[in-house]
């Protein structure tokens, strides 16, 4: 079952713009951990907040967690064409070995 | 490099006849994984193990089968395919499966069973 939802489900910005996209969960997790999917490729794993962590940043991504609002944002600074691509949450629940739970994704298109 | 490599990429078989599609990690990660990928649906776990033969089911195991007799290597079979396993899978691993670590996911394989 789906765990994370994110929003919004599509997002096209010109080259250049900032991108936000925001992911809201149902129950306690340990973590919170991103992925960007190119078309019909693997998922890659961009970066991972911990329930004790409220932002962190990797390069040009920045992520928040609040966990009394069962959310997050990863937010993409300066975008770039090579930045589309479809983006996912993925929640590590609490106490449970089935890890990951992904949500739907947000398809990000970069215009140039 | 690190990798998980699945294969095939691309598969078209009939109903009915028995496959594999191999996935292997070279990382001596401990956990690994199955996921189908479907419009609308998202990734849905199929299987996972949290190490050499220990497999569990996830949320749509029907239809599947896996094994784990070597750390590397974690294949799913399709004993019988039928045309709702028409899917793209992926297969994952992570040095341990209590969601600590990112996964690494293998390239894809797009199966139609027709």
């Known amino acids: 079952s789906q765990q994370g939802e994110e929003d919004p489900q599509a997002l096209s910005i010109q080259e250049g713009e900032n991108a936000t996209m925001n992911c809201s969960y149902k129950t306690s997790i340990n973590n919170l951990q991103w992925y960007r999917q190119n078309s019909g490729r693997g998922l890659v794993h961009l970066i991972l907040i911990r329930s004790n962590e409220r932002e962190k940043h990797s390069g040009r991504l920045r992520v928040t967690l609040d966990t009394s609002k069962k959310s997050s944002s990863l937010l993409i600074t300066a975008s770039r064409a090579a930045d589309t691509a479809s983006y996912f949450c993925?929640?590590?629940?609490?106490?449970?070995?089935?890890?990951?739970?992904f949500g739907s994704g947000t398809q990000l298109t970069v215009l140039p | 490099e690190a990798q998980v490599t699945q294969n095939p990429r691309y598969l078209i078989t009939v109903t009915g006849k028995k496959l594999t599609v191999t996935c292997s990690q070279n990382m001596n990660h401990e956990y690994m994984s199955w996921y189908r990928q479907d419009p609308g649906l998202g990734l849905r776990q199929i299987y996972y193990s949290m190490n050499v033969e220990v497999t569990d089911k996830g949320d749509v195991p029907e239809g599947y089968k896996v094994s784990r007799k070597e750390k590397r290597n974690f294949p799913l079979i399709l004993e019988s395919p039928s045309p709702n396993q028409t899917s793209l899978y992926f297969c994952?691993?992570?040095?341990?499966?209590?969601?600590?670590?990112?996964?690494?996911f293998g390239s894809g394989t797009r199966l139609t069973v027709v």
């Open positions: 994952a691993s992570s040095f341990e499966g209590l969601g600590s670590y990112g996964y690494t």
């Open positions: 993925a929640t590590g629940l609490s106490g449970s070995a089935r890890q990951l739970t």
